[in-house]
Every structure is written in structure tokens, then in C-alpha cells.
């Protein structure tokens, strides 16, 4: 069985309705969508490396 956690997220409005009408083009939870775009990102990453330059956390100052 997978391990799964909970996120809250704080989303604009534009970010929310763009994620809304991308789930419902593929047939998906917004759930659902948001995991597979994060998969992407990593595929991606992996594949070539981070694209943003790594930044130390802000709280672990």
C-alpha cells in the first residue's frame, strides 16, 4: 500500500482554475493533476537536472 500525506495549498485564483480546467481536459481529480504535473517535474529533473538552481530553506537559517 502507498504511503500518501496530506497538503494544505494556498493557491491564487488563476492557479486554482488553471489546475481545475487541466484536470477536467484530462479526465482527472485536481488531485489527481496536481501529482501528475509534479511527475513531470521530476521526470524532467531527473532527466536533466534541476532547472532552478537549489536555495537553502529560508527556515533553516
Known amino acids: ?3 500518501t500525506a496530506t497538503l494544505t ?3 491564487d ?3 486554482l482554475d488553471y489546475i481545475r480546467e487541466r484536470a477536467i481536459r484530462h479526465d482527472r481529480s485536481m488531485n489527481g493533476e496536481v501529482q501528475a504535473v509534479l511527475r513531470e517535474m521530476e521526470a524532467k529533473e531527473k532527466a536533466s537536472g534541476p532547472a532552478v538552481e537549489s536555495k537553502p530553506d529560508a527556515s533553516q537559517k
Open 9 to 11: 495549498l494556498r493557491l
Open 1 to 3: 500500500m502507498k504511503s
Open 13 to 15: 485564483r488563476h492557479l
